[in-house]
């Protein structure tokens, strides 16, 4: 029964991840684009949410994301 409530609220926290990001539109990393990042750091982190920690790298640049996509909408 533990088990699935924390499945449950794994999932939950990452389905929320981008919208709350998007909403207060913080940084994951605030200080990426000055050093580099430990692993330590980047270890800690589910795959989903990576994947906006390390576009928030090339977003910091001005990279441009297809329209309408995920990384679009959130940076």
Avoid: C, H
Wanted: overall charge positive; proline content about 5%; glycine content about 4%.
């Amino acid at each position: 029964m533990k088990t699935k409530r924390m499945v449950l609220a794994i999932i939950l926290a990452l389905a929320l991840l981008p919208v709350l990001a998007s909403a207060s539109n913080f940084y994951l990393f605030p200080d990426s684009n000055k050093r580099l990042l430990t692993y330590e750091e980047v270890a800690a982190w589910q795959y989903d949410a990576l994947g906006y920690a390390f576009n928030e790298l090339f977003a910091r640049y001005g990279r441009p994301f297809d329209p309408g996509s995920k990384y679009d909408n959130y940076f």
